[in-house]
């Protein structure tokens, strides 16, 4: 599981709050075959669905994101979007 620890809160008139979880995950942009890690919302739900661009090669792919029943374990895989 990947997750980097980030401060909640911050900024002027805010308290800083605990830290929390930032999960990421990584999948193989279908165009130019580069692998991808992006932050995943675990509270989005356990099976989720989006459209993002390669930072690289600017081609749009639909990410599939899921979380393991057992642990939380994040995964993702993508396809090109169809025009």
Known sequence: MHYTPVAAGGG???????????FTASYI???CGEEIV????VAA???QRYVEDCP????????HVTL??????????SRAESS
Do not use: Q
């Open 68 to 77: 393991d029943e057992d642990d939380g374990e994040p995964s993702a895989w």
């Open 38 to 41: 992006v932050p995943i919302d």
């Open 29 to 31: 942009c279908d165009s």
């Open 56 to 63: 690289v090669c600017c081609h749009p792919n639909v990410i």
């Open 45 to 47: 739900g356990a099976s």
């Open 12 to 22: 002027l008139g805010r308290s800083i709050g605990y830290p929390r979880a930032v």
